[in-house]
């Protein structure tokens, strides 16, 4: 995506909310127990030839998306509504990450 003006600058209004599931797994948070699926960690690198943005919460889930789905998600958004901001009608994203839980992989077998 292009940023909207020469200044680079980050509105405060979103243009689309990523709204990532929970794994069945999922664990109470170490760090915060109240919002235990917050994010720990956010990277953007290369996962083969893809793109991709991965997010570890604090529940020990992880979530990966392929930056391409998210890109392509905004565009439309961006365009069906001519470039104007989105003003209290922010859309949720339909795209869907993959989903592994920590906690589910380092569980010892019985």
Known sequence: MRPRSLAQNIHGISDLVLRPPTSGDA?????????????????IGNFG?????????????????YTHDIQAELLA???????RSPGNNIPISSARPYVFSISAALRLPS
Not at 31 to 43: A, E, L, Q, Y
Not at 77 to 83: C, E, L, N, S
Request: proline fraction near 2%; aromatic fraction near 8%; include cysteine.
């Open 77 to 83: 958004v961006v365009t069906k509504r001519g470039g």
């Open 27 to 43: 664990q109470n948070g170490f760090i915060d127990g109240t919002r235990p699926h917050s994010f720990n960690h956010i990277v």
């Open 49 to 65: 030839l893809h793109e991709i943005l991965l997010m570890a919460c604090d529940d020990g889930d992880v979530l990966a998306y």
